[in-house]
Antibody, heavy 117, light 108 residues
Framework: QVQLVESGGGLVKPGGSLRLSCVASGFTFSDYYMSWIRQAPGKGLEWFSYISNRNTIYYTDSVKGRFTISRDNAKNSLYLQMDSLRAEDTAVYYC???????????WGQGTLVTVSS | EIVMTQSPATLSVSPGERATLSCRASQSVSSNLAWYQQKPGQAPRLLIYGASTRAPDIPARFSGSGSGTEFTLTISSLQSEDSAVYYCQQYNNWPPLTFGGGTKVEIK
């Protein structure tokens, strides 16, 4: 079955960096677009980045210039390099895969990123 | 950017009763609308896509309707395990993909 497992979250100071990973299994990873979605504590869901199966990339303005999405199809892995972190980046970060159009049928368990001094 | 607005913010329903959740888009999203259920400490779970198609293994008491700018998620006979926050998401005009702010369903 499809599984997505994130790792790499933690506590980081403002201005610091962190790299998240998402390891996929149960499907042909190289065939699919992958996304990152985050959820600040007690708040709603925010989609902010995707990478296509051909490495087309998109970021929303909230992370553009600070976050970098990438993938390694040989390792069935998705990454998110987060630099210049701010307090407002504090959130649970999910990797997700669509199942129909851009409805997300598969989600990881999430990894918490806390930006605080 | 399409803004998704959900109402009400909180819905309190007795077990066995019907729950009706609304989602409005700031412009037409055709039928490119999904609904998710999220319980505390868990990732969201896809319930409905294409506005009205149930995802695999989703109970038949969950149904979606609507098109254009007005959408509804109905839980026909609320069960205790349905207590959760429900989000809608449009995927018609993107990027960006956008979610509504959520409706919390409580068991009365």
């Amino acid at each position: 079955q499809v599984q997505l497992v994130e790792s790499g979250g933690g506590l980081v100071k403002p201005g610091g960096s962190l790299r998240l990973s998402c390891v996929a299994s149960g499907f042909t990873f190289s065939d699919y677009y992958m996304s990152w979605i985050r959820q600040a504590p007690g708040k709603g869901l925010e989609w902010f980045s995707y990478i296509s199966n051909r490495n087309t990339i998109y970021y929303t303005d909230s992370v553009k210039g600070r976050f970098t999405i990438s993938r390694d199809n040989a390792k069935n892995s998705l990454y998110l390099q987060m630099d210049s972190l701010r307090a407002e980046d504090t959130a649970v970060y999910y990797c997700a895969r669509e199942v129909s159009g851009w409805a997300f049928g598969y989600w990881g368990q999430g990894t918490l990123v806390t930006v605080s001094s | 950017e399409i803004v998704m607005t959900q109402s009400p913010a909180t819905l309190s329903v007795s077990p066995g009763e019907r729950a009706t959740l609304s989602c409005r888009a700031s412009q037409s999203v055709s039928s490119n609308l999904a609904w998710y259920q999220q319980k505390p400490g868990q990732a969201p779970r896809l319930l409905i896509y294409g506005a009205s198609t149930r995802a695999p293994d989703i109970p038949a008491r969950f149904s979606g309707s609507g098109s254009g700018t007005e959408f509804t998620l109905t839980i026909s006979s609320l069960q205790s395990e349905d207590s959760a926050v429900y989000y809608c998401q449009q995927y018609n005009n993107w990027p960006p993909l956008t979610f509504g702010g959520g409706t919390k369903v409580e068991i009365k």
